[in-house]
């Protein structure tokens, strides 16, 4: 497994990440990394006076492992841990190596050599980890609470092989084989499309022939590009190929842009998908729509694969081929939401590229889809 991004690479603990970092009252040998912020006791005049300077009680311990009532992890609040404190986790949530005990497990596929037009996906994972900070505990609009009853924790990246794609394909499957193997949900940060192509073929060995909830620009249902089978034009191509996909029941809602055959949703139709391309979408709450997916959906196991390139690239500019007049953060909210009540067996948000995104906005985006996507998780308590 890769790291994530600790000082030079260094391995995390537990003790520096609930106690040392987070704690003045006990520093262990985590301390290291606060050393340097570390101040010398002086006596200042305004301590022996009321006010705002005067000394403060020490921040209690952070929430960081569990909560006060159970064993599940919960994310710190800012009220008592600084926001930019801590190793850049996913929604701040603890680190651990294996997906062993948990229920939902938040993991980065940092690839993006299957890209067409510009790189730089292989980013993401860190660029939305990095902005899932601000992304806090409930979801006050759908009253979910994910850690009232979901184990959910950080695994970190697959080790891709940036110079095979082949070979990072077999990586990713076998990975993902491990965490479906131990019954936990994997929330995948992307990488461009490509990935979702392994990722599925864990689900399909487990689960059998599976529904799709997909969101994105283009239908990803190419044959070849350059002579190869394997990019992220192609990964539900090979789904198909491969009898990943239960056909009847996929959608593919957000799909645009200029094309190279005069009807280049021929294929997904063919296979019994339903395309749903953006015009359909356009101002328009897409509530009643994800009324019909969700029957269509039924309760058999299903997978969001959602690309952040399906909203518009106002919203999300951060990413490798963008199309122009696509959904708004809000329709993304309609879907995700919309599939509450599914049987959601897996979910992704991919093609976040960072080098694009000078705002962070994109992956901002993508750390509070990929939040949305936890609170629709089967068995999640709404509050
Ligand atoms: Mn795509």
């Not at 990394?33 to 921040?59: F, K, M, N």
């Not at 601000?134 to 009853?149: D, E, K, L, Q, W």
């Not at 950080?154 to 076998?174: A, E, F, K, M, T």
Request: charged fraction near 20%; hydrophobic fraction near 35%.
């Amino acid at each position: 497994m890769a790291r994530l991004s600790s000082l030079l690479r260094l391995p995390t603990c537990a003790r520096g990440l609930s106690g040392g970092f987070f704690s003045s009252r006990c520093p262990g040998r985590g301390a290291v990394r606060a050393a340097s912020a570390h101040v010398p006791q002086t006596t200042h005049p305004s301590a022996e006076r009321p006010g705002l300077l005067s000394p403060r009680a020490p921040l209690p311990c952070a929430p960081y492992r569990t909560s006060s009532r159970t064993t599940l992890n919960v994310p710190p609040s800012a009220e008592t841990v600084a926001r930019p404190a801590g190793i850049c986790t996913m929604l701040k949530l603890p680190f651990q190596e294996s997906s062993k005990g948990l229920d939902a497990a938040f993991i980065g596929v940092p690839l993006d050599t299957g890209t067409s037009n510009r790189p730089g996906a292989r980013f993401g994972p860190r660029h939305i980890r990095a902005e899932s900070a601000m992304v806090r505990r409930h979801n006050a609009s759908t009253g979910a609470a994910p850690y009232h009853s979901l184990m959910v924790a950080d695994i970190g990246d697959v080790n891709v092989n940036l110079y095979n794609l082949p070979d990072s394909c077999q990586r990713i499957r076998q990975k993902y084989k491990e965490i479906v193997d131990a019954d936990c949900i994997p929330l995948t940060l992307g990488g461009d499309h490509t990935i979702t192509y392994p990722i599925l073929q864990a689900m399909a060995e487990k689960y059998g022939p599976i529904g799709l909830v997909h969101v994105d620009a283009h239908t990803d249902t190419g044959d070849t590009a350059l002579g190869e089978k394997i990019y992220h034009g192609t990964p539900f191509r090979r789904c198909v190929d491969e009898r990943l996909l239960d056909c009847e029941r996929v959608v593919q809602i957000g799909i645009r842009g200029s094309c190279y055959s005069p009807d280049p949703y021929k294929y997904s139709r063919d296979q019994g998908f339903r395309v749903v391309p953006a015009e359909d979408c356009w101002l328009k709450s897409l509530v009643p729509l994800m009324g019909e997916v969700r029957k269509q959906m039924g309760d058999k196991p299903v997978y969001i694969s959602f690309d952040i390139d399906g909203l518009d690239p106002a919203f999300a500019p951060g990413t490798g081929t963008p199309e122009i007049a696509g959904l708004t953060p809000s329709q993304g909210l309609e879907i995700i939401r919309g599939c509450q009540g599914l049987n959601v067996v897996g979910c992704d948000l991919v093609e976040v590229s960072p080098i694009y995104d000078s705002s962070g906005n994109t992956a901002l985006m993508g750390a509070n889809l990929l939040f949305e996507m936890l609170c629709v998780l089967p068995g999640v308590k709404m509050l």
